[in-house]
C-alpha cells in the first residue's frame, strides 16, 4: 500500500491536470501486475515477442506509436528504442514506473491523450501529424476502451478504434483480449464474457490464453482467464 501512494504521489505533479483523475486506476493495474507478475509473464513474453518478430518486417524504423502503453507491462519499450528512431507511448495514464523505465531513452516520449471515441472527436487523428510515422501498435486497449464507455456505447467505442486503426496509412499491429471465462477450482466454466462486445474478429494469426485473476486474486472459488488475439498485420486481417 505504501508503494502504491508514493507511486501515486510522485505521479501527480508529472502528470497533466486533465488526466489526474486516471492515476489512481493505472496504480491498481500496475500493482495487480506486480501481484501477479508470474501469472502474468507467458502473456507478457509472448506479447512482447510477437512485437519484436513484427519489426523484421518494416521496410523502414523511424516512428513507432504504441497505443495504450500504460504500465509497458507487455511493451518491449527498450527493444523498440533501440530500434526505431523514436518511440512515443500514448495513454492517458503514464504513472511513474513507466516513465522511470524510459527516462534513459532520449528517443521515447510519453504522450496523455484520451483515446475513446466515447469523449473525443476522431481519437486517432493525431497520427495524421505524427511525423515519419512507420507502424503503430494497439496493446490490449481495445477492451478498455469498451470498459470505459457510457452504457450502451461500448460496441461503438470497439468498432470506432478497430476501424480507425484500418484507415492509417503506416503499418499497424493489434494486440487485444477479446473475452473471458472464470472457472472454478475444478476447472468448469462459471461466467464468459465479450470483451468486445459482439463485434466478430478475423482469425488471428496467433492467440493465447492470459491469466488475468488467478484464484485468491479476485475471488477464493474462480479464477478469470482472458482469450488474446494477436494481428501482426490489422489492416490486412481486417480487409
Ligand atoms: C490493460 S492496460 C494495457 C497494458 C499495457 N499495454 C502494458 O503494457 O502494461 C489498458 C490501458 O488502456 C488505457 N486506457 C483505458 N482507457 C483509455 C482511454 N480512453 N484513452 C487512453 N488510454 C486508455 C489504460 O490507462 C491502460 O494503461
Redesign the pocket.
Known amino acids: 500500500m505504501l508503494a502504491e501512494t508514493l507511486i501515486y504521489a510522485t505521479s501527480y505533479f508529472a502528470t497533466p491536470e486533465p488526466f489526474r483523475p ?1 492515476i489512481y ?2 496504480v491498481g ?2 500493482a495487480r ?1 506486480r501481484r501477479q507478475a508470474q501469472a502474468w509473464l507467458p502473456h ?1 513474453r509472448k ?1 512482447a515477442s510477437h512485437i519484436e518478430r513484427m519489426i523484421a518486417k518494416l521496410p523502414q524504423r523511424r516512428t513507432v506509436v ?10 518491449p519499450v527498450e527493444f523498440l528504442a533501440r530500434h526505431f528512431d523514436r518511440v512515443v507511448l ?4 503514464h504513472i511513474a514506473p ?1 516513465r522511470r523505465r524510459t527516462r534513459v531513452h532520449a528517443n521515447i516520449r510519453h504522450d496523455w ?4 471515441a ?3 472527436a476522431d ?1 486517432l487523428g493525431f497520427l495524421a501529424g505524427m511525423p515519419e510515422l512507420d507502424w503503430v501498435i494497439s ?3 481495445v ?3 469498451a ?2 464507455a457510457p452504457f450502451g456505447s461500448e460496441r461503438k467505442v470497439v468498432d470506432a478504434h478497430l476501424d480507425d486503426l484500418t484507415r492509417l496509412s503506416c503499418a499497424v499491429s493489434l ?1 487485444t ?1 477479446v473475452s473471458y471465462r472464470t472457472l472454478d477450482r475444478g476447472g468448469s466454466e462459471r461466467e464468459q464474457f465479450d470483451l468486445l462486445y459482439g463485434r466478430r474478429l478475423p482469425q488471428p494469426e496467433r492467440s493465447w490464453e492470459w491469466e488475468v485473476a488467478p484464484l485468491g486474486e479476485e475471488s477464493r472459488a474462480t479464477r478469470r482467464v482472458h482469450k488474446v488475439a494477436f494481428y501482426p498485420d490489422w489492416k490486412q486481417a481486417a480487409a
Open positions: 486516471h486506476e493505472a493495474l500496475w501486475g507478457t506479447t504504441v497505443l495504450g502503453s500504460g504500465p509497458l507491462f507487455d511493451v500514448v495513454d492517458r495514464a513507466a491523450r484520451d483515446l475513446s466515447a469523449t473525443m481519437p496493446i490490449n486497449l477492451s478498455q476502451l470498459a470505459g494486440v483480449d
